[in-house]
């Protein structure tokens, strides 16, 4: 056994180091005997604790080969799928097209806002570099403040979705019941053989 004078971890009557243990160094050379059985032993269990964060990121894109292709995803929204009621033929067309995009806004906003929650929670728990959880809540909600403003807009944009709509009825409603009232005024024509 090596003397405190001549071991290079011997650190004098000062204070140690962050992380080094400060009992004698007999119990220190036991504790590393019985250290490999007990981490062995947490390994082949499943024990321990594993502190590690993961983000996975999914995106689905459509690739241009896919386009006027049955079968094959993505070929109904790259090569011509269209959204119900973009012809704007008719008062149902508008209220279809209205319908389709606030719909969609709402599953967005409420799609976004929750996974901007989840994303604070989960940055929340990372430490700052000088180890302080303070700080790292004020990074995550730097960080997830882009996520809220997206959610935001999709709220006003299913807003703007119905607003769209009852303008519509309100400006052309003159007009509505002009042409509903000619299609009502037309006899329906009778088959007949003479």
């Not at 032993?41 to 996975?56: A, D, I, Q």
């Not at 990121?57 to 929204?77: I, R, W």
């Not at 809220?148 to 009852?166: D, E, H, M, V």
Request: hydrophobic letters at 30%.
């Amino acid at each position: 056994m090596t003397t405190p004078a001549n071991d290079s971890t011997s650190y004098g009557p000062g204070p140690r180091p962050v992380g080094e243990p400060s009992f004698p160094r007999a119990q220190q050379e036991r504790a590393t005997r019985g250290a490999a059985h007990r981490t062995t032993h947490k390994t082949r269990v499943g024990g321990g604790f594993n502190p590690s964060l993961n983000l996975t990121v999914n995106e689905k894109v459509a690739m241009p080969h896919s386009v006027g292709q049955p079968g094959t995803p993505g070929a109904q929204q790259v090569g011509g799928g269209k959204v119900p009621g973009s012809d704007f033929m008719s008062n149902e067309d508008i209220r279809a097209y209205c319908e389709h995009y606030r719909k969609r806004a709402r599953n967005l906003a409420t799609e976004m806002a929750m996974d901007a929650d989840h994303l604070e929670a989960v940055l929340r728990t990372i430490p700052d570099p000088a180890g302080a959880l303070g700080g790292s809540r004020a990074r995550a909600r730097r960080v997830t403040r882009w996520l809220k403003k997206a959610s935001a807009a999709q709220k006003a944009q299913q807003k703007y979705f119905a607003s769209l709509y009852g303008t519509f009825e309100r400006e052309f409603e003159s007009n509505l019941r002009s042409i509903k009232a000619r299609q009502q005024q037309k006899p329906a024509r009778t088959f007949g053989w003479r």
